[in-house]
């Protein structure tokens, strides 16, 4: 009875208890629960709503888009890590505008967005089309032809839920963001900038106090040789007032970051190692000179490959040089052993050649046949057979042209897909031996591995002379016992440092290479200099990982071992005063380094003049530079604002040393000129403008501002980490 009235007493904790007890036995394990009730497991949170699967599919239109645009099929760590970031801003900025917008009565229907895209393609018809979805269709002409890529835009919906084609559909996805986007901000920042006013009193108050002076000036750095021995003094108490003034804007992390040092352990051939290669190469070459049957040659070599036959072009040959020996070279000689930057042998031979038409003109009619993978198709093989050699009769018996029977056979493509150039690169030598070999208007058809193709020769390009040639290569790498001493070294590295102090002290005593990265975000897939860190970063951000920790050791992709620490974890906020007071009293250091620096000069001005002090510190002294009170660093011939202050209290003709921020500055004041107003207060106001948006008056000022407003979760490492 005493354990019931315990149990009614706790009941509601109980059923608590027991309710996450049955969550977690029905979900597997009790860190399933976990994931329910924190952020641990969450990549993306703006403004408080998840954004995960937004942020992949919105990441994976982009690089659709910039597989589009650029050429490529694939892309570096670094071109990723781009991507990464510009996905991430987009989603920021799209969410700050569409706010901002609803707030004003102007947000986006769904409605608006369908008519924006039929706009936009429509603009492509006119006289100014749309730069976003005209860049679009460039790229896309670039692939599929321009007739090809209107077919295409024109009916870009019907794409959407097709396999195939899901990379174009992808890339006008992004393409359609980047115009919407354009078009909020244009709407946006068009009422904010207007809808700042400065008044006519204020603009006249900066007229009469925009002094200008006329100044000799020299600018001295204070890291020179001259002033080494100068030691500024920092107390605590100023770092702390110093931290307290700026915590809340320097020491205040938007977006959370790691200093990372590496160590680093390259994988290069030694000189055993490239002699046991080039030893490998000329033995095999010297077999290979032997032979008169390269196919047999293969099949000795354990490569039962065909020799490739296709017929190159001179342009076709990237490799410096090689271009070269293949087309100055006889039919039947040998290409000796060569190497390229120290990567690779080749040796190899020429042995045919031809002129011969770079592309060929055709005109298709395509009969798919079933498959396992395509049951819809409209004949069974044996009626797309029987219909193709039909087909073959009636156009070289000049019944009916190819032409003429396309409409009936397109299965829902365009008539202008059916006719196209196929060039010889890219296009399978059988297939292209028989076209040439077809005169302009006969018919040849193709068997594929899901239909029959007919095709009908139109024209061809003019002959050029092509050449015929087959090249081996061999890497130059490290062998496996220099790999494996490598990372027996790397290993023994790692086991003996405990702390990031002791990583660079160790690697400096052993002349292993360090190399330092700041303030690394959890996205980059560089560490300084260092390319392909992507698994050192994405250790760094690790949820156990903390200062002063030391990885395993990475092997990134053969190119070299690595051992990491991480030096400093900042993490979205404010910085205590612990984490940043090192930093601090550097900047403070140098600050009053500046300060020493202009009461040497000072000294030196009261013993000697100008041109004394100009020539002791080897510093040119620059006439008759005009300065502005209202304006900034770059109208102010690099003058900084903190001197400039002190520059306008000065007493003309005497020169004196100021302080910037970085610089100290010999001024000799020669003249003050009183501020005068401007036609229309337009140039005050222009200076009113940028001291409260910036210099440039542009739009980032505003949307950085509406960003760190913002409510962000930023934990996309779990992006790879999944």
Partial sequence: MAAIGAIRKHGVLLLVIIGLALLAFILGDLSNVTRVFSDKYTMAKIDGKKVDQEYSKRYEQNTALMRLLQGKSSFEDSEMYQFHEMTWNQMLQEQVLDKQLEKLGMAYSNQMVEDFKEEMIASLSTQQPNQFIAQFANALAQQVGPENAMAVLSNIEAYANNEQAKDIYNAYQAIVRFALSAEKSQQYFALAQNSVYFSDPLAKQLAKDNNMVLASLMTVNPELTAFQNLSPEVKESEMKAFYKTHKSDIFTVQNRNRDINVAVF????????????????????????????????????????????????????????????????????????????????????????????????????????????????????????????????VFASGQTTIFAEQPNYLYGREQGDTTFWLPERGTMVDLYNNLLSTPNGGIYVYKASSGYVVFQVLDRTQLIEKRQFVLYDYDITASDATVSALRSQANQFAASVSSNEELIANAAKQGIQVVNGQAVTSMAATIGQLPNCRDIVSWSFGDDV???????????????????????????????????????????????????????????????????????????????????????????????????????????????????????????????????????????????????????????????????????LDNRVRFYQK
Avoid: C
Avoid at 325 to 340: C, D, Q
Avoid at 684 to 702: D, I
């Fill in 546 to 712: 903390k200062a002063d920790a030391i990885s395993d050791v990475f092997n990134i992709d053969r190119m070299y071992f690595a051992v990491a620490s991480v030096a400093k974890v900042r993490e979205v906020g404010e910085q205590k005063y612990k984490e940043v007071k090192d930093e601090i009293k550097t900047m403070l250091e140098h600050q009053n380094k500046v300060e020493l620096v202009a009461e040497q000069l000072n000294k030196d001005l009261a013993s000697g003049g100008m041109q004394a002090v100009a020539q002791k510190y080897s510093v040119p002294v620059t006439d008759s530079v005009m300065l502005s009170f209202a304006g900034d660093y770059y109208m102010n011939r690099g003058v900084e604002n903190k001197a400039v202050g002190q520059i306008f209290g000065l007493q003309a003709n005497k020169p004196t040393a100021v302080t910037g921020n970085n610089m100290a500055y010999v001024v000799n004041v020669l003249e003050t000129r009183p501020g005068q107003a401007t036609e229309n207060l337009m140039l005050e106001k222009n200076y009113l403008q940028n001291a409260v948006l910036g210099r440039e008056r542009n739009e980032n000022t505003l949307l950085s501002y509406l960003i760190n407003q913002t409510k962000v």
């Fill in 266 to 393: 390259p994988i290069n051939p030694t000189p055993a190692d490239l002699k046991a290669i080039e030893d490998s190469v000329r033995k095999d070459f010297a077999a290979f000179a032997q032979t008169s049957d390269i196919a047999a040659y293969n099949v000795a070599k354990g490569n039962s490959a065909a020799v490739d036959s296709t017929y190159f072009k001179q342009s076709d040959i990237n490799l410096p040089e090689l271009d070269s020996l293949v087309f100055k070279s006889p039919v039947g000689s040998f290409i000796e052993p060569f190497t390229y930057e120290n990567v690779k042998w080749y040796f190899g031979k020429v042995f045919g050649a031809a002129n011969r038409p770079d592309s060929v003109l055709v005109a298709t009619i395509e009969l798919p046949f079933k498959t396992a993978s395509y049951k819809e198709a409209p004949y069974s093989k044996k009626e797309a057979r029987l219909l193709a050699d039909s087909l073959r009769q």
